[in-house]
């Protein structure tokens, strides 16, 4: 079972870019399907991005493609969201998550969550 720990986060201006990064343990990293969601106040957590075990395929979600780049070291056992150009439509609780499974759904495990607040 995998247990993830979120870092990265915080406040940004409008225009601005962000990393987060999510570590892993307590499973063969390189085996995981992992993905970026956000929920924003008063809205359903949000799909943002996903890639698979070895880095060779990425989904992004249409608000954050082509300013978002999902990545992941599995020597660090480490998954990284790249934001750029932020605005407050950003701002949102950040969780990555983790599946066995090829999925952009229903991952069996969350990391705590982290906050990011983009200010315009």
């Known amino acids: 079972q995998v247990q993830l720990v979120q870092s990265g986060g915080g406040l940004v201006q409008a225009g601005g870019s962000l990393r987060l990064s999510c570590a892993a343990s307590?499973?063969?990293?390189?085996?995981?399907?992992m993905g970026w969601f956000r929920q924003a106040p008063g809205k359903e957590r949000e799909f943002v991005a996903t890639?698979?075990?070895?880095?060779?395929?990425?989904i992004y979600a249409d608000s954050v493609k082509g300013r978002s780049t999902i990545s992941r070291d599995n020597a660090k056992n480490t998954v990284y969201l790249q934001m750029n150009s932020l605005s407050p439509e950003d701002t949102a609780v950040y969780y990555c998550a983790a599946d066995l499974r090829w999925v952009i759904r229903n991952y069996n495990y969350w990391g705590q969550g982290t906050q990011v607040t983009v200010s315009s």
């Open positions: 307590g499973g063969t990293f390189s085996r995981y399907t």
């Open positions: 890639i698979s075990g070895n880095g060779g395929a990425t």
